[in-house]
């Protein structure tokens, strides 16, 4: 009989604000054996990360766990002394957060952090942890592993960082695992290699899991069963592949049916008509290290341009050199037919303003002590020159446009908002400089399914009655087909296809394209199997050091 390694009952969780304690959790029970793996799904505000983390015997600053047994490994980790706690964090049970930029300490390297663990809990020397982190460096497909772990955090693209925080928490081989979106921020082929490896060391070490994640197709790729979240409660619960083909309640079938949104296509750019920004023969490096080879493409007044492509492809560095971040070395960028100074810092005050960005991640993207009201308040000001009731009330009119109601809203701090509710606050403050174009590096990859639908939604009808041009850089293939009119995909810095959106969609395609579209999971529990066996992989973990 396989072992019982957690037990929760009755779990609680309270969230203190105002001085007033709020119910976050609902006494949710849940149950992991060895070597299993249960997925925890729901939007954004579910419970699902609060659950995953009480499963260590830890809540968040301002939240206490006020009723419940939390049980590992005969240990309840609620009554637990925080010596207890301390010996088993990181040795019997590991964390892999969704923000990976926001987790690493900025000012270490990533293999003084790696081996923390492992050397602390005297588990290895750090020259045989250094070892080890370089082969599971090669088991998750990161580049050049013998030495990527001696670079900062700073010195990785954001899917990098994932993996090799993935890595970190599988260093002293724990007993449980609590995966907390770790795909978030990764391409689909990479995506692949990851999940490919991450089930394979949950199989080999007979490690049991908590996957928490908004992707159904991906969850169905891990979880031996799945449980079901709804504002602290359990909705249901079953196994994975009764809860993809006949869920019981109305809620998840709900979640089954989401990303239908898909905007209608829009007629040809007539011939000749000015781009709002073109990049011709664009090419970039970081210091001696060439990244953008001759860049070409066009975006259009009020359409949309998706640029894909897998980490590292060069989709973000070509915003960087759009916005001035990052001049380039050659070729020139026009602006309503105007070449623009390659250096944000030679470009006027009107130039900066037409182009705005909307980051990824909107935990690190807002100052966490400044209110709503001021983050949005400083680009009114600095570009509309309005100051005091003026400028309140344009604050007020941009949180409207994002359906936010300003009393609600416009004096909290951002911990006091949602994911969701965050990246609204990330578009009204672009929206506030009134740009004609903006950039949405990745806005909905870090949100659930329903809330990146609302997203999606509110740019769409932004566009629509603003005349807002949009350049999206997504890896998600979904989000190209709910919203652009055009794309490009992007590969080691070259455009290797572009066209309009239908014709993208329809073969024949670029090899590298044809890769990308048949890497989106599908809600298909034998889906990722299957499709390394396609791919010639014998072995699910070969999968993390083979070239797709």
Known sequence: MTQQLLKIRGLKIEGKSDEIWNPIVNGIDLDLKKGEVLGLIGESGAGKSTVGLAAMGFTRDGCRISGGLVEFAGIDLVTASAAVKRGMLGKRIAYVAQSAAASFNPAHRLMDQHTEAPTQHGLQLKADSELDGIELYRRLRLPDPDNIGFRYPHQVSGGQLQRAMTAM??????DLIIFDEPTTALDVTTQIEVLAAIRDIVEQFDTAAIYITHDLAVVAQMADRIKVLLRGDEVEEADTRNMLTDPKEDYTKSLWAVRSFQRP????????????????????????????????????????????????????????????????????????????????????????????????????????????????????????????????????????????????????????????????????????????????????????????????????????????????????????????????????????????????????????????????????????????????????????????
Not at 169 to 174: D, F, G, L, V
Not at 358 to 372: E, G, K
Not at 419 to 430: L, N, T, V, Y
Request: proline fraction near 7%; aromatic fraction near 6%; charge should be neutral.
């Open 265 to 548: 296509s829009k007629p040809a750019v007539l011939k000749g008509a000015t781009p709002i920004v073109s990049l011709k023969n664009v090419s970039a490096a970081y210091g001696k290290s060439p990244v953008l080879f001759d860049v070409d493409f066009e975006i259009h007044a009020g359409r949309t341009v998706a640029v894909v492509g897998e980490s590292g492809s060069g989709k973000s560095t070509a915003a960087r050199c759009i916005t001035g971040l990052l001049p380039p070395k050659q070729g020139h960028i026009e602006f309503n037919g105007e070449a623009l100074p390659l250096d944000y810092r030679k470009r006027s005050k009107e130039q900066l303003r037409q182009a705005q960005m909307i980051y990824q991640m909107a935990d690190t993207a807002l100052n966490p002590r400044s209110r709503i009201g001021d983050i949005i308040g400083r680009p009114v000001q600095f570009y509309s020159g309005l100051t005091g009731p003026a400028k309140r009330k344009r604050v007020e009119e941009l949180l409207v446009q994002i359906e936010m109601e300003p009393s609600q809203y416009i004096d909290r701090l951002p911990g006091e908002l949602s994911g969701g509710q965050k990246q609204r606050i990330g578009i009204a403050r672009a929206l506030a400089a009134e740009p004609q174009f903006i950039i949405c590096d990745e806005v909905t990859s870090a949100l659930d399914q329903l809330v990146a639908e609302g997203i999606l939604k509110l740019l769409a009808q932004l566009q629509d009655d603003l005349g807002l041009s949009y350049m999206f850089i997504t890896h998600d293939l979904a989000t190209v087909r709910a919203i652009s009119d055009e794309v490009v995909v992007m590969k080691d810095g070259r455009v290797v296809e572009q066209g309009p959106k239908a014709e993208m969609f329809r073969p024949p395609h670029h090899p590298y394209t044809d890769l990308l579209l048949s890497s989106v999971p599908e809600m298909d529990p034998d889906w990722l199997t299957n499709l390394l066996k396609i791919r010639g992989v014998d072995n699910i973990g070969d999968a993390a050091v083979q070239k797709m």
């Open 169 to 174: 928490a599988m260093s002293c081989r724990p």
